[in-house]
């Protein structure tokens, strides 16, 4: 809870087990589409899916810490593109208005502060739109 006794995103979203059901659903979208399928291609998923949880746990106000590496060194050099975040973070929402009942303002609210980390995602090294 936050001071104000308003509960944070992250409770709204049913904490932890909410997390890992979003991640879960988020990333079997994200495989399913053939534009960003073959980034993942020599991931480790189970690992990315532990990362994401912290990473997106923490993003929306858990008292977790995120254990991977910074976002810039993680995406740097793959050619990722506004093109692709948008269709990631597309897929983010889809994820959340399907699988979840939320408010649409919550909806909003998460999406928005995902894109807060596009920058540091397509990064400063020179991509072409
Ligand atoms: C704002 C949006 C995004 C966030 C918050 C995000 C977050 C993360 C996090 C937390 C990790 C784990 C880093 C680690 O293991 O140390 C990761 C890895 C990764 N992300 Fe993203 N990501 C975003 C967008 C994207 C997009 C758009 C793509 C590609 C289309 C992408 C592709 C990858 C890949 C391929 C890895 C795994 C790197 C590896 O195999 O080591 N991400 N991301």
Known sequence: MT???????????????GIVRLIDAFYDRVLADPELAGFFQDTAMDTLRRMQREFIAA?????VSYSGRPLGQAHAGRGITPKHLQRFVA??????RADFDLQPEDES????RIWTLANDVTGNYGVDV
Do not use: F, K, N
């Not at 993003?59 to 008292?63: F, I, N, Q, R, Y």
């Not at 897929?91 to 959340?96: P, R, S």
């Open 109 to 112: 609210a998460i999406v928005d």
């Open 3 to 17: 001071t104000s006794d308003q509960p944070t995103l992250y409770e709204r979203i049913g904490g932890e087990q």
């Open 91 to 96: 897929h983010l929402l889809d994820t959340l």
């Open 59 to 63: 993003a929306l106000g858990a008292t």
